[in-house]
């Protein structure tokens, strides 16, 4: 056991259920019974059931005190938030699985999210929390997911489609690895508060967090400058000053990226790429976003082969022929080769279509 300390997660051995204590290191194999119903069987026979429900990322204590009490039901206390902020109650005895399920499903909480399906959304904090977002988070995530719930509780689409939203380039969303990706983004040179940046900010810790050096002593007015050639309106400044003011109603809004995945038995992990550059912020529905996520997803689905994830299935067609297929503009920021960016770089002139 580590030794004790005051900060950090408590040790996770602490809360394992006793039948994956018993089991440790031991598991043999799992199957997916059906969608949100996933079988663990170990060495030793035993099996543990696990209940997975979409859950929003944000929750109420009333809503946490009704999870707990049905993991007192039917699972000895034991539930755990996955990191897409799904909930798995995590259930050893055979019986109490459907009883658990039909309570769930009257509670109208959504059972899936598993294996071939479109699981939760990884999200950021969006407005409602963070300090430097170019976008919301969960409105947006809501509203996306809304239009694609069906494919939340089956498991027919040719193979994993991770969708993540951040509400910046900071990137607390998994958008560089994921199959759909959601983006903020700022597009706008922060317009400076010198009141605020005389009074509140440390000036060489602002200038020496511009990753692009953009930002110089303005010595006559005792504050900063930005040079908005070099400014790549990433929001570092703002993260170290207020009066550096990123944020634009109409200079921020989405951009879409696909083709990311984290490595599997058949292929290495991925990097998303860009396809569409900008859609406006149009709350409280994103009709813009939502059409283009739901689009991607129905054409992914149409053509891809069993198993083929987003990425794959564009390696195998083609990058142009991706946008030939779903009619997405193909603008300059989309071309795939730029320095730098060996895993992406273009190796032979040949166009694939
Ligand atoms: C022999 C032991 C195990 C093996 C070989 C195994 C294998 C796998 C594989 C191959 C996946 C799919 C990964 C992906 O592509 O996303 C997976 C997913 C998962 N496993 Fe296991 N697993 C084992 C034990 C466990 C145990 C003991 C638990 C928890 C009690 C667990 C929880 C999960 C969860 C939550 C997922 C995500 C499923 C999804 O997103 O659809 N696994 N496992
Ligand atoms: C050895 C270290 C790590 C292991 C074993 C690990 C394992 C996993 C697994 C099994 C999942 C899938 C969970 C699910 O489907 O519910 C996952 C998802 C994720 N991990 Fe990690 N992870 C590691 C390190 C990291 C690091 C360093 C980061 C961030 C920089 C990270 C960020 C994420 C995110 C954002 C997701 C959700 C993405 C998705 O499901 O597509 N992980 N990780
Ligand atoms: S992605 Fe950016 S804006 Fe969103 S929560 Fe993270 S730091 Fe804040
Ligand atoms: S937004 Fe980013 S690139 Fe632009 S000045 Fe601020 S830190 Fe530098």
Redesign the pocket.
């Known amino acids: 056991m580590a030794t004790r300390t005051d900060f950090g997660p408590p040790d996770y051995r602490q809360m394992l259920p006793p039948i994956i204590t018993k089991n440790y290191g031991q598991w043999k194999y799992h199957e997916r019974l059906q969608p949100g119903l996933l079988m663990h069987v170990a060495e030793s026979g035993d099996a543990l059931y696990t209940i997975r429900v979409g859950s929003e990322r944000l929750l109420s204590t009333d809503k946490v005190r009704e999870m707990c009490d049905l993991a007192e039901k039917y699972c000895d206390g034991y539930l755990r938030f996955t990191s897409r902020h799904n909930v798995e109650f995590l259930c050893s005895d055979k019986a109490r699985v459907d009883p658990l399920i039909a309570e769930l499903k009257a509670k109208g909480w959504p059972v899936g999210g598993t294996g071939h399906s479109i699981t939760n959304i990884v999200h950021?904090?969006?407005w409602i929390?963070?300090?430097?977002?170019?976008t919301d988070?969960s409105a947006v995530v809501k509203s996306v997911m809304d239009e694609l719930y069906q494919y939340f509780g089956t498991m027919d689409l040719p193979g994993y489609c991770r969708i993540s939203l951040?509400?910046?380039?900071?990137?607390?969303?998994a958008v560089h690895c994921s199959d759909i990706a959601i983006l903020?983004m700022h597009r706008m040179v922060p317009k400076i508060n010198h009141d605020i940046v005389r009074t509140k900010c440390e000036l060489p810790n602002v200038i020496a967090a511009c990753p692009t050096g953009a930002i110089r002593p303005d010595p006559a007015n005792k504050s900063l400058t930005v040079n908005p050639d070099r400014c790549m309106y990433c929001?570092n400044c703002y993260?170290m000053c207020p009066g550096m003011t990123v944020a634009d109603p109409i200079g921020d809004g989405i951009s879409i990226w696909v083709g990311g995945k984290v490595s599997n038995s058949r292929s290495g992990p991925a990097f998303s790429r860009l396809v569409v550059p900008f859609l406006p912020n149009n709350p409280p529905r994103w009709p813009e976003t939502v059409e283009v996520v739901k689009m991607l997803v129905e054409t992914w689905a149409k053509h891809a082969r069993k198993h083929e994830r987003m990425g794959e299935w564009i390696e195998r067609i083609g990058w142009e022929r991706f946008f030939e297929i779903t009619g997405l503009p193909f603008t300059e920021q989309m071309i795939d080769d730029f320095t730098m960016a060996p895993e992406t770089f273009r190796t032979t002139a040949a166009f694939k279509w």
């Open positions: 950021t904090q969006g929390h963070c300090h430097t977002p170019a988070a951040a509400c910046c380039l900071n990137m607390c969303g903020g929001g993260t």
